[in-house]
C-alpha cells in the first residue's frame, strides 16, 4: 500500500511566542537537554552539561565548524533610501548571493554605500528572491567592517554578544545562519567528554537561510531546499568509519551535520553542493544519535527530526507516528518551560 503523501499543515503546532528564546543562556551548557528515545517515546530532562551520561567511550560526535558572517549590511541608494542586504553565499564569477530588501526598488546595477563607504553593486534577479551583488573590495573584509550579525527574524533583542551566536569551534568563514546545536558546547564540555572517550571529528556546511523558509505548497514533497556547501576532511571521514567498523555510535552536532553526513554517503563526494531534503520515511546512513535545537513549525528542520524518530522506532512506524512522538516531546518541553528556536534549549535524540 501506498503511503500517502504527507500534508504541510500537519507539521504545525502551537507556540506561544514567549517560548521563543530572546537571549542566548548565561552559560552556553547551563541550557536544558530533552532527552528522547526513539524506540520507547520515553523521555528525560537534564542540562546540557550532563550530555555525557548518554554518551560512551568510543562515540563519535560530528560537528559543523562553518563560521556565521556578519552577513547583515546595512546601506543607503543614490535616491536616500536605505537598503538592507544578507549575503547568502558566494556565486558565479566574483559575484555573491544575497537577499536584498526592498529588492523591487533596487534596479540591476544599481550602486548602494555602507556607512563606511563600501559600495556594492546589485546585479541580476535570480530565483527565490535573491539579487547577485559585487563588492567593491575583499567581500569578507568589507562584512568585518560594515556587517552584522545576521540573527534570525524571530529574534528582536539583538543585545547579545556577536560571538554568542558563533560556535566555539567555528573555523571556515561562510554560513549566514548559526549550526545552532553547537552554540550548547563549550571548551570545557567538549574536554570533558574527550577525557571520557567520547571523540569528535568537524565537517563543514555553510548555512543558507532556507533554515528559517517555512515548507511551501499543500505537500511535503512540493518543497524545494536551497543548495548549500559542504566538505569532509578525510580525517572525519576515517573516524566516521573507525566508529562504524567498531560498533560505536555516531552522534549528529545539528540538523546541518545530518544532511553534509546523509549527501555524502549518498553522492560519495567528500565536499560539493548539498540540497538534501530529509523527510519521512528516510534511511540514516550515517547518523545514530542526534543533538538538535526545537525547531519551528512547518519547516524542512522539524520534519528531518521527524525522520530520524521514524528511523528509530519498531518496524512499520508510520511517519504520524513518528510526527506524534517528536510533537509529543515539545509539548512536554512546552510544559515544562524549554525555551525554543536559536537561542533556546536542546535535544538529544538517541
Same mark, same amino acid.
Given at each position: 500500500?501506498?503511503?500517502?503523501?504527507?500534508?504541510?499543515?500537519?507539521?504545525?503546532?502551537?507556540?506561544?511566542?514567549?517560548?521563543?528564546?530572546?537571549?542566548?543562556?548565561?552559560?552556553?551548557?547551563?541550557?536544558?537537554?530533552?532527552?528522547?528515545?526513539?524506540?520507547?517515546?520515553?523521555?528525560?530532562?537534564?542540562?546540557?552539561?550532563?550530555?555525557?551520561?548518554?554518551?560512551?567511550?568510543?562515540?563519535?560526535?560530528?560537528?559543523?565548524?562553518?563560521?556565521?558572517? &556578519?552577513?547583515? +549590511?546595512? /546601506?543607503?541608494?543614490?535616491? #536616500?533610501?536605505?537598503?538592507?542586504? $544578507?549575503? @547568502?553565499?558566494? *556565486?558565479?564569477?566574483?559575484?555573491?548571493?544575497?537577499?536584498?530588501?526592498?529588492?523591487?526598488?533596487?534596479?540591476?546595477?544599481?550602486?548602494?554605500?555602507?556607512?563606511?563607504?563600501?559600495?556594492?553593486?546589485?546585479?541580476?534577479?535570480?530565483?527565490?528572491?535573491?539579487?547577485?551583488?559585487?563588492?567593491?573590495?575583499?567581500?569578507?573584509?568589507?562584512?568585518?567592517?560594515?556587517?552584522?550579525?545576521?540573527?534570525?527574524?524571530?529574534?528582536?533583542?539583538?543585545?547579545?554578544?556577536?560571538?554568542?551566536?558563533?560556535?566555539?569551534?567555528?573555523?571556515?568563514?561562510?554560513?549566514?545562519?548559526?549550526?545552532?546545536?553547537?552554540?550548547?558546547?563549550? &571548551?570545557?564540555? +567538549?574536554? /570533558?567528554?574527550?577525557?571520557? #572517550?567520547?571523540?569528535?571529528?568537524? $565537517?563543514? @556546511?555553510?548555512? *543558507?537561510?532556507?533554515?528559517?523558509?517555512?515548507?511551501?505548497?499543500?505537500?511535503?514533497?512540493?518543497?524545494?531546499?536551497?543548495?548549500?556547501?559542504?566538505?569532509?576532511?578525510?580525517?572525519?571521514?576515517?573516524?566516521?568509519?573507525?566508529?562504524?567498523?567498531?560498533?560505536?555510535?555516531?552522534?549528529?552536532?545539528?540538523?546541518?551535520?545530518?544532511?553534509?553526513?546523509?549527501?555524502?554517503?549518498?553522492?560519495?563526494?567528500?565536499?560539493?553542493?548539498?540540497?538534501?531534503?530529509?523527510?519521512?520515511?528516510?534511511?540514516?546512513?550515517?547518523?545514530?544519535?542526534?543533538?538538535?535545537?526545537?525547531?519551528?513549525?512547518?519547516?524542512?528542520?522539524?520534519?528531518?527530526?521527524?525522520?530520524?524518530?521514524?528511523?528509530?522506532?519498531?518496524?512499520?512506524?508510520?511517519?504520524?507516528?513518528?510526527?506524534?512522538?517528536?510533537?509529543?516531546?515539545?509539548?512536554?518541553?512546552?510544559?515544562?518551560?524549554?525555551?525554543?528556536?536559536?537561542?533556546?534549549?536542546?535535544?538529544?535524540?538517541?
Amino acid at each position: 500500500m501506498t503511503a500517502p503523501r504527507l500534508r504541510v499543515d500537519d507539521f504545525e503546532y502551537d507556540l506561544p511566542e514567549s517560548a521563543i528564546a530572546q537571549a542566548p543562556a548565561e552559560q552556553r551548557d547551563a541550557s536544558r537537554l530533552l532527552v528522547l528515545e526513539r524506540s520507547s517515546g520515553r523521555i528525560e530532562h537534564a542540562h546540557f552539561r550532563e550530555l555525557g551520561r548518554w554518551l560512551s567511550s568510543g562515540d563519535l560526535l560530528v560537528l559543523n565548524d562553518s563560521r556565521v558572517m &556578519p552577513a547583515r +549590511l546595512r /546601506a543607503r541608494r543614490v535616491t #536616500g533610501g536605505t537598503v538592507e542586504l $544578507v549575503v @547568502l553565499r558566494q *556565486g558565479d564569477r566574483g559575484t555573491w548571493e544575497a537577499l536584498v530588501r526592498p529588492s523591487r526598488k533596487v534596479a540591476v546595477g544599481e550602486m548602494v554605500t555602507t556607512a563606511d563607504g563600501h559600495r556594492i553593486e546589485v546585479g541580476d534577479r535570480l530565483p527565490e528572491g535573491v539579487r547577485a551583488i559585487r563588492f567593491d573590495g575583499d567581500p569578507h573584509a568589507v562584512m568585518a567592517a560594515a556587517g552584522e550579525m545576521p540573527l534570525p527574524p524571530y529574534i528582536r533583542d539583538r543585545s547579545a554578544p556577536a560571538d554568542r551566536y558563533q560556535t566555539v569551534y567555528a573555523e571556515p568563514l561562510g554560513s549566514a545562519a548559526a549550526p545552532t546545536a553547537g552554540l550548547h558546547f563549550t &571548551p570545557e564540555l +567538549l574536554t /570533558a567528554l574527550t577525557a571520557a #572517550g567520547v571523540e569528535h571529528a568537524s $565537517v563543514t @556546511l555553510h548555512v *543558507g537561510l532556507d533554515t528559517f523558509r517555512p515548507l511551501e505548497g499543500e505537500f511535503v514533497d512540493e518543497h524545494h531546499i536551497h543548495r548549500e556547501w559542504y566538505e569532509v576532511p578525510e580525517a572525519t571521514r576515517d573516524a566516521i568509519d573507525g566508529s562504524r567498523e567498531a560498533g560505536r555510535r555516531v552522534v549528529a552536532v545539528g540538523t546541518t551535520s545530518v544532511r553534509v553526513l546523509e549527501t555524502a554517503a549518498g553522492t560519495g563526494a567528500p565536499s560539493g553542493w548539498s540540497d538534501l531534503y530529509v523527510t519521512p520515511p528516510h534511511r540514516f546512513n550515517r547518523v545514530d544519535a542526534l543533538i538538535t535545537n526545537f525547531h519551528l513549525p512547518r519547516s524542512s528542520l522539524l520534519l528531518l527530526a521527524t525522520a530520524f524518530v521514524q528511523a528509530g522506532m519498531p518496524e512499520g512506524a508510520t511517519a504520524y507516528e513518528s510526527r506524534d512522538v517528536l510533537l509529543g516531546a515539545y509539548r512536554e518541553a512546552l510544559g515544562s518551560g524549554y525555551r525554543f528556536f536559536s537561542f533556546g534549549d536542546a535535544m538529544l535524540i538517541l
